[in-house]
């Protein structure tokens, strides 16, 4: 029997939902939190911007408007650099919540400092020796007036997001009428759909073996000619654990769900629980605690209603 070799990812959280690094919603976040900024900039001037224009009288409003929008821009290039690194990040790895906090923290830092050193040597023409100086409390007051260009779009888009996310959802589970329902005919094809509700794959009941979890996705595995392959749906574990409830497919960690029917074996291993099928193709499904309950108590029934 061969063995899982792969690192199994932690159980702790709380971590970063998903739609928060979906491409589009990064796209909105950089996109609303500049076009804040730049509001912000305009009407409370802070970084001792009030002055930008006064050497271009003849300018005015226009020169002022002009020049906050270039230092909005360079600040808003930290926060496009950090998205769109934590959004590769999150194809591969969970993001927490307290990590995701820390880039949070780091993104407003480094944003002040950008803007502490553009008022210190662009506006204010200082010497570095005088600036180093100044520097500390610059940046300090520079902090506090980053944090509201940043955090109260932050907040407000982290809602927006959520009430699409659950939204869609809820359209989905609508759209789900008795054809699309995950029921076995007579043919026994078992039928998954993406997260728009689109058919994407149907498999033999008998051929299909376990469902991974990968950040936005998850991994189909199943028997085919043979060999083991795997689908990837663009779904959640959430919701399709919700969809079919404890038929056929059993969840049995935060990362897994397994087709209740290729299990063999149910031992307990050095790092816990765990589930050995009747292909050697297929690696042992960890049981995390907090579903150990949910499937001792169908392995007792002997079978899934």
Known sequence: MKTDKRPSRPESGPFLPHYMNEKRNVVRLVLYTAAFALLFLNIYK??????????????GRYVYVLFSSRVILVGMGVIAISRIIMYFYSRRHEISLLAFAGVVMAEIALMALVYTLIQLFVLEGDTPLHAWERLPGIWGEGVKKTSLVLLLPYSILWLVFAL???????????????????????????????????????????????????????????LNKGRMQHFMLRNSLKNIDELFGDRLLLRCHRSYMVNFDKVKVLRKADEGLCMDFDSDQVPNIPISKTYSARVLDKFSKGSLS
């Open 46 to 59: 802070p970084f001792n911007s009030g002055t930008w224009a006064s050497d271009y009288a003849s300018g």
């Open 164 to 222: 699409q996310d659950k939204a869609r959802t809820i359209e989905q589970m609508k759209s789900q009428d008795d054809s699309q329902a995950p029921v076995w005919p007579a043919n026994e094809m078992v039928s998954f759909y993406d997260e728009k509700g689109d058919l994407r794959l149907s498999v033999d009941k008998n051929s299909l073996y376990y469902i991974e979890s990968a950040d936005n996705y998850v991994n189909i595995h199943y």
